[in-house]
């Protein structure tokens, strides 16, 4: 019998401080019926992405997620009924299908996936992650062989992919990560050259001992004091590939920095730039093709990070902001 009930997670209230448990509800509604145009998707897996915290924080480059409505965030879904053309019952799609079972959505707000196993390397190395990392890597921070590439929150699902390329263009990589465990995973199984642990070290001493050379390429999926404490350490010419600010996104942030932006960049000639994965979607098919390469011939590990059950969306999302996760966190449905 098909499924009539399908469960939703609201986001009840927009946080002014740290997220809780507190600012969701679980609840339930009908499973609506695709209109023209649309889609009716059943959500296989959802996609837990520091920015899910930042939409609640107003608009970034996309909408704000408002309070008493389904929390935004992207999906891997599976189309059930189709009143759109060129999307059949079965196809598999990556959208915003937001914390739910099943949603009605417009076929054009879309893409369709390839069905590849596992399903989930299409929400990290081939999803949002691999591409942002590939992206901001190659086309932001340019990097050349023999250069100094550090990156930050560098055990996560974009860090950790950032950190890879880079060890496969030739470049000297050292990873900023949060605990012993984390940076011990980064040298021992990813290959990245030193890694930083900021919540036991004093990051501006230790990451000067790891990159003696200075730093070609920052990639900053942080910003705040970590960000302040790379910026004197680039070389001439360096560039800083502005990926995300987690550290300011979780409520009041404690960091003061950066500062000195502005001095620092004239006298070393820095590029500091910003980025959205999808400025470059139409290099796409090569990104999925070197990426696809590179987890063939084991150049580039895939860490998962699996949590089952719709119910336990929001917890996941808290921990993430925490560091629970290692690699790509996700839901499955
Ligand atoms: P991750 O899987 O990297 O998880 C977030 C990690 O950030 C945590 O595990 C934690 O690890 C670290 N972190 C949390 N708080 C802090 C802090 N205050 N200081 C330093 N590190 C912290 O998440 P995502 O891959 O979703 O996001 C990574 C970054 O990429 C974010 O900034 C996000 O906004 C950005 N992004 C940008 C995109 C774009 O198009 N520009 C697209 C996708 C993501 P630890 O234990 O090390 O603290």
Not at 258 to 285: A, N, S
Request: glycine residues 12%.
């Amino acid at each position: 019998m098909a499924q009539t009930t399908n469960r939703q997670i609201l986001l009840v209230e927009k946080p002014t401080g740290k997220l809780g448990p507190q600012h969701f509800k679980m609840s339930e509604s009908a499973v609506p019926e695709p209109k023209d145009g649309e889609v009716l998707l059943r959500v296989l897996y959802i996609s837990l992405d520091a920015a899910n915290r930042a939409w609640m924080q107003g608009a970034t480059y996309r909408s704000a997620v408002e309070a008493n409505s389904v929390m935004a965030g992207g999906g891997l879904a599976e189309v059930m009924a189709s009143k759109a053309p060129g999307f059949a019952p079965g196809d598999l799609v990556f959208g915003d299908t937001g914390w739910q079972d099943y949603t009605a959505v417009p076929a054009k707000h879309l893409v369709k996936v390839p069905r590849i196993e596992p399903l989930t390397h299409l929400l990290s190395v081939f999803g949002i992650a691999g591409l942002t990392a590939y992206f901001g890597l190659l086309n932001v921070g340019k990097p050349k062989a023999g250069e100094t590439v550090v990156v930050s929150a560098a055990a996560g699902s974009v860090g950790s992919i950032v950190g890879q390329i880079a060890k496969i263009k030739g470049c000297r990589v050292i990873g900023i990560a949060g605990g012993k465990d984390k940076c011990n995973w980064l040298t021992s199984e990813l290959g990245f050259d030193a890694a930083v642990d900021y919540k036991s070290e004093a990051i501006f001493k230790t990451l000067k001992a790891a990159a003696p050379n200075g730093i070609d390429v920052y990639f900053d999926n942080v910003g705040g004091d970590i960000l302040e404490a790379c910026l004197p350490q680039m070389n001439l010419r360096g560039r800083i590939a502005c990926c995300g600010a987690i550290s300011q996104y979780d409520g009041a942030p404690s960091a003061t920095g950066p500062r000195g932006i502005p001095g620092l960049i004239v006298v070393k000639r820095l590029t500091m730039q910003g980025f959205i994965v999808t400025d470059f979607y139409d290099q796409r098919d090569q990104a999925f093709s070197d990426l696809q390469s590179w987890v063939k011939a084991g150049q580039l590990k895939v860490q998962e990070d699996v949590i089952d059950g719709l119910e336990n969306t929001p917890q996941a999302l808290i921990g993430l902001l925490a560091g629970e996760n290692r690699g790509k966190r996700m839901v499955k449905v």
